[in-house]
Nanobody
Framework: QVQLVESGGGLVQPGGSLRLSCTAS????????MGWYRQAPGNQREFVAS???????NYADSVKGRFTISRDNAKNTVYLQMNNLKPEDTAVYYC????????WGQGTQVTVSS
């Protein structure tokens, strides 16, 4: 079992930036995938970005060129640097860890509004 704790959400103006962090603890295997999904009210949870422990990354088309995912494997932490934020990025962002099954963070609210 893996536990994930997220931080870094908040309110930001369009064009602004936020950095989300997620730290994993528990039964962690060194080879894994960590990443982010998001869910806006009334919408389904959608994929945002992921990163394997070996360094490979994937991004949703909607965030390519604006968001950057990174990891600090020694700290079991994944980050999401979000730049040039848009109102449509407003959602609860959920960190996940994948090793056969998904483990999820508690979610952190990101609101982009003027």
């Amino acid at each position: 079992q893996v536990q994930l704790v997220e931080s870094g959400g908040g309110l930001v103006q369009p064009g602004g930036s936020l950095r989300l962090s997620c730290t994993a603890s528990g039964n962690i295997f060194s080879i894994n995938i960590m990443g982010w999904y998001r869910q806006a009210p009334g919408n389904q949870r959608e994929f945002v970005a992921s990163m394997g422990s070996g360094g490979s990354t994937n991004y949703a088309d909607s965030v390519k060129g604006r968001f950057t995912i990174s990891r600090d494997n020694a700290k079991n932490t994944v980050y999401l640097q979000m730049n040039n934020l848009k109102p449509e990025d407003t959602a609860v962002y959920y960190c996940y860890y994948y090793r056969g099954l998904n483990s999820w963070g508690q979610g952190t609210q990101v609101t982009v509004s003027s």
